[in-house]
């Protein structure tokens, strides 16, 4: 149990020629699980490393439990950490790999067998405790790697992408009983993923990490929890990478500034009314807006519609996903509409978009608070 | 295995049984001409293969026997050919120990260590690799007639300085069992570091057992190497009791007279303790040691 403080944490190799995390700043409370996000690159995995000890610290401090521990081996950090590759130690039986950190320490024979034994009851692994991991499945394995940092009773969990080995079922599966193990101990958590799902569902609080921009002060895009990533976004990068399918943007600009409503129009000439606070910015300012594919409505008409040829159809029995082409659309536009009714490609297509569920950007990628968004606590 | 097989199948298979049938005769028709010739009476290194009439003359005489000739006079055995198979697996066994101590450590500070020179240390070794030891003999040579004169157990005429020579083998080993701890995967030590392990205890309760397969290849191959070499081992050694086996058996071979039963039975003895070794091995060399540990 303990509470994990990151304050100013830099990374860098060739010295200080490539940074990879710069200014990381976070607190992470007693008993909480965060998630670290990111797309590949933006060296979510270096930061878990550093935490746990087998990557040094470039600059800044690093606590946990109120002591600085940047100079210290992974050992005396107390943490425990589950690898992706599960790393088991292949000759030992599955009781040895538990007591293996156990033996090193020298921790009496009774103690050992009462840990591993509590630990296998926790992870339902009484059965297979005399099997070598090559005789196991590989959720099974997973569950012995947690074992392994289980027995040591770290003060922090560490995983690093636990479950991206495993296919599909077993993932939802191994998803759950990770956040049945979590409410169990009430150990303090820090997980790695690239699957947001994985993140949204089992984190208090997610960290979306960037790929270090060039002269950018830091990678950490926005910490929060994960209703408040969804619906509050603090920037571009973070509204793209939260959601699935991605949000969808619009090239435009503000032609009428408000605290309440603003009034934007696309490059392609449509004027949208959105529920967001403009106050500090000016007409004719280039703007981003964004709109989640299951926010827009379908075959709208009148008001706050944008219109665009469908390019690609997806039916999916209840749902549908619209591929559309469009001049203000940056990248790529898909929707999803609750029908799987025949739409021919090249046919126009029509959507809404809702004023309150709009997203605003400005030119830096800095959004616009929402004023009529969706509550959740 | 159902795979739908071409109609000629059955010919080739036939064909491919004759040809390794043909090889493995090839492989064993000196070694049988050996055998058959140190079971022959008299010193005569052609005949048939099956001899007429067996003798054990030449083996009494290796395994240090009298033996007493068909016209009653006794023949006393010439060289201790016993102690040169004994000086042959201790140089052996020495030297194929030392080398496998330094090239796991080494290999390891290779494979997994960052350090300045490193690349030019592995190339290095792998080019002076390249020249065979026989041309630096001249230097053994005196090398070890000067360091005798301060250390006399390495001095000229020693095992010491034998087995010290034959160290220079480390280097291809390293080369062979850093290849092999690449392709463990780090994140098994890095475990064993979070588990509280000194790189020494992750080296020796990790990466170590889970070696023995190319640990014991290492050992074979320098076994062998070692115990048929001939040209440092002729020329460091002098005392006709010290000699090594494949040193010794030459003894046997005067330009006048080939001793052609004798050196044979020599011969034969020389591949008992390679069997020997490579019986005891064999069950080291398992693979599929590290499955089952990382995810493939």
């Known amino acids: 149990m303990a509470e994990v403080k990151l304050c100013n944490l830099d990374k860098s190799y060739d010295d200080g020629k490539t940074y990879v995390l710069k200014n990381i700043n976070l607190d992470i409370e007693d008993g909480e699980f965060v998630a670290f996000v990111g797309p590949s690159g933006c060296g979510k995995s270096t930061l878990l490393r550093m935490i746990c000890g087998l990557e040094d610290i470039t600059s800044g401090e690093l606590f946990i439990d109120t002591s600085k521990v940047n100079d210290m081996p992974p050992n005396e950090r107390q943490v425990g950490m589950v690898f992706q590759s599960y790393a088991l130690y292949p000759h030992m039986s599955v009781r040895e790999n538990m007591a293996f950190g156990l033996k090193l320490a020298n921790h009496d024979k009774k103690t050992i067998d009462e840990r591993v034994n509590d630990a296998a009851r926790i992870l339902q692994l009484e059965p297979l405790l005399d099997r070598k991991p090559k005789a196991m499945s590989g959720g099974q394995r997973q569950r012995v790697a947690i074992g392994r940092s289980i027995v040591q009773e770290p003060k922090v969990f560490l995983f690093d992408e636990p479950l991206s080995n495993l296919d599909v079922s077993l993932r939802v599966q191994m998803r759950q009983e990770l956040a049945r193990i979590h409410d169990n101990l009430k150990t303090t958590a820090v997980y790695v993923t690239h699957d947001q799902i994985e993140a949204m569902t089992l984190a208090n609080k997610i960290v979306v990490l960037s790929p270090l921009a060039e002269g950018a002060e830091s990678n950490l895009e926005q910490v929060g929890a994960p209703l408040e990533l969804f619906h509050h976004p603090r920037n571009k990068f973070v509204a793209g990478f939260i959601g699935s399918p991605k949000m969808n943007f619009f090239k435009g600009e503000i032609i009428e500034t408000g605290s309440e409503t603003s009034r934007v129009m696309l490059d392609s000439g449509e004027v949208i009314r959105t529920c967001n606070d403009t106050s500090r910015a000016k007409a004719g300012d280039k703007i981003s807006l964004g709109i989640r594919p299951q926010d827009a409505i379908s075959e709208a008409s009148g008001d706050n519609t944008v219109t665009g040829t469908i390019q690609a159809v997806e039916r999916l029995g209840t749902e549908s996903f619209i591929y559309l082409e469009q001049a203000a659309i940056e990248d790529s536009c898909v929707l999803r509409v609750e029908d799987s009714r025949r739409r021919e490609n090249g046919s126009n297509f029509t959507m809404g978009i809702p004023a309150e569920s709009c997203h605003l950007f400005d030119s830096h990628g800095q959004s616009f608070v929402r004023t009529k968004a969706p509550h959740f606590d | ?296």
Not at chain 2, 17 to 38: N, Q
Not at chain 2, 56 to 83: C, K, M, Q, R, Y
Not at chain 2, 198 to 216: D, E, G, K, Y
């Open chain 2, 1 to 296: 295995m159902a795979m739908v097989q071409p109609r000629n199948l059955k010919y080739r298979v036939w064909a491919a049984r004759l040809f390794l049938i043909a090889f493995v005769c090839m492989i064993m028709f000196p070694f049988l001409m050996i055998i058959s010739v140190s079971l022959r009476s008299g010193n005569f290194a052609t005949g048939s293969l099956i001899p007429e009439n067996i003798s054990l003359e030449h083996w009494a005489l290796a395994l240090g026997f009298n033996w007493t000739s068909a016209d009653g006079t006794i023949i006393e055995p010439t060289f201790p050919v016993l102690s040169w198979l004994w000086n042959s697996v201790k140089v052996s066994v020495v030297t194929s120990s030392l080398i496998l101590l330094l090239s796991t450590t080494g290999a390891y500070a290779f494979a997994r260590f960052r350090f300045r020179f490193k690349q030019g240390l592995l190339e290095s070794m792998m080019v002076l690799q390249m020249f065979p030891a026989v041309l630096a003999l001249v230097a053994f040579y005196t090398i070890f007639d000067k360091l005798g004169n301060f250390i006399p157990w390495l001095g000229l005429n020693t095992h010491g300085a034998l087995v010290l020579s034959y160290l220079g083998g480390v280097t291809m080993n390293i080369w062979l069992i850093k290849g092999y701890f690449e392709s463990i995967d780090n994140a098994l030590e890095e475990s064993a570091a979070i588990d509280g392990a000194t790189p020494w205890q992750a080296f020796r309760h990790i990466l170590l057992p889970l070696s023995v397969p190319i640990l014991a290849v290492v050992f074979i191959l320098s076994f062998i190497g070692v115990i048929g070499e001939y040209p440092v081992a002729s020329v460091l050694l002098q005392d006709v009791d010290k000699l090594t086996l494949a040193v010794g058996s030459k003894q046997y071979l005067n330009p006048q007279n080939y001793l052609w039963g004798d050196f044979a039975a020599a011969a034969v003895l020389t591949g008992l303790p390679i069997t020997v070794i490579f019986l005891t091995a064999q069950r080291y060399l398992v693979s599929g040691l590290t499955s089952g540990g990382v995810k493939g």
